[in-house]
């Protein structure tokens, strides 16, 4: 499995991004920002800014609203293996852990990590925060208490486990978490938590 984690939107990098879709089609997650507080229609602007952006590199989107695939794990499989990649929007972390877990994506992307080389997980903010061992560096930001679930109320605190450090987005941006966001890595450095710090615009690839 290939990664392209960016700190905000597509990042600086989208040749890159455009090389390592295997199609001109890739499935858009925006499931971290179903959490209590947001607004719908903010919601739906960012939905439809980000496809506009893929858009404008020619790669069209299919929305993958998890909730849709809760207890249908076979099925999720089948559509992302048909896209052969995802885009995840950035949002509440433990959220989206949440819908993962619900709907099977977690596993299914632990299979394709081993099993899947050429596909590709990419996103922004949350997509890359998620992938770390722990999440418990991401409370200062993002509330962990999110449960908008019926099928799970309990905080998760685990990550994929697929990166070996802290991914922390928006570091020294003019993004309105960015203050907050040195608090995290401050508590990175007091719990000996391997941390990578990237600014908006800056993308890690992983392949």
Not at 24 to 38: F, L
Not at 105 to 116: G, M
Not at 150 to 175: C, N, Q, R, Y
Request: charged content about 30%; glycine content about 6%.
């Amino acid at each position: 499995m290939k990664f392209y984690l960016s700190s905000y939107r597509l990042g600086r990098e989208t040749e890159k991004l455009k090389e390592m879709i295997p199609s001109k089609k890739i499935g858009y997650i925006p499931n971290a920002r179903d959490y209590s507080t947001v607004d719908p229609e903010i919601k739906m602007n960012r939905t439809e800014r980000d496809s506009t952006l893929l858009a404008e590199l020619e790669i069209e989107t299919e929305i993958i609203d998890l909730t849709n695939y809760f207890n249908k794990k076979d099925k999720l499989k089948n559509k992302l293996e048909e896209l052969g990649a995802i885009f995840i929007s950035g949002g509440n972390v433990f959220v989206l852990r949440q819908a993962m877990r619900l709907s099977g994506l977690d596993e299914i992307l632990t299979e394709f990590k081993d099993s899947n080389k050429n596909f590709l997980y990419a996103g922004y903010s949350a997509a890359g925060c998620v992938l770390a061992p722990s999440l418990k560096a991401y409370a200062i930001v993002d509330n962990p208490n999110e449960a908008p679930y019926e099928g799970i109320k309990e905080t998760i605190w685990e990550g994929l486990g697929f990166v070996d450090f802290a991914f922390m987005p928006h570091f020294d941006s003019d993004h309105p978490e960015s203050e907050a966001i040195n608090k995290e890595i401050e508590f990175c450095q007091q719990n000996n938590i391997p941390y990578k710090a990237i600014r908006d615009g800056e993308v890690i690839i992983i392949e």
